[in-house]
């Protein structure tokens, strides 16, 4: 096996390893803001290495696909993880008790977004 090679089984392994994990917080943890973390952050990076990984066999003008499809992930997964935690507040799916800074009610309060 050559370098490349190696270099691209750790990065894929590493991915899909973060994915596991993630998949395995999304199940495990108890409520509905801890998911929203285990939805976005392992599960990002595990993508990132994913296209990373397959990125090194690929010769260059190919790899830029997966660098977009990489930004739009990065982009995207945060801006989504604040909307869907957003939305549990308000809809009361998050228990209130449980936070320890809640900087949300105090804006709902003041009438602002």
């Known amino acids: 096996m050559s370098t490349a090679d190696w270099i ?6 590493s991915g899909a390893l973060f994915c596991v994990i993630g998949a395995w917080g999304m ?3 108890p409520d509905t803001l801890s998911r929203l973390q285990a939805a976005t952050k392992p599960q990002t990076l595990g993508l990132l290495l994913i296209l990373a990984g397959v990125a090194v066999r690929l010769e260059p003008q190919y790899a830029v696909g997966l660098l977009v499809a ?3 992930q990065v982009i995207t997964a945060p801006v989504l993880s604040q909307l869907f935690g ?8 998050v228990d209130r008790s449980t936070l320890v800074v809640d900087e949300l009610s105090e804006r ?3 009438g602002r977004k």
């Open 27 to 29: 199940v495990r943890l």
């Open 70 to 72: 990489g930004l739009f």
């Open 86 to 93: 957003r939305a549990a507040y308000r809809t009361g799916a």
């Open 108 to 110: 709902l309060r003041a």
């Open 8 to 13: 691209s089984a750790v990065l894929l392994i």
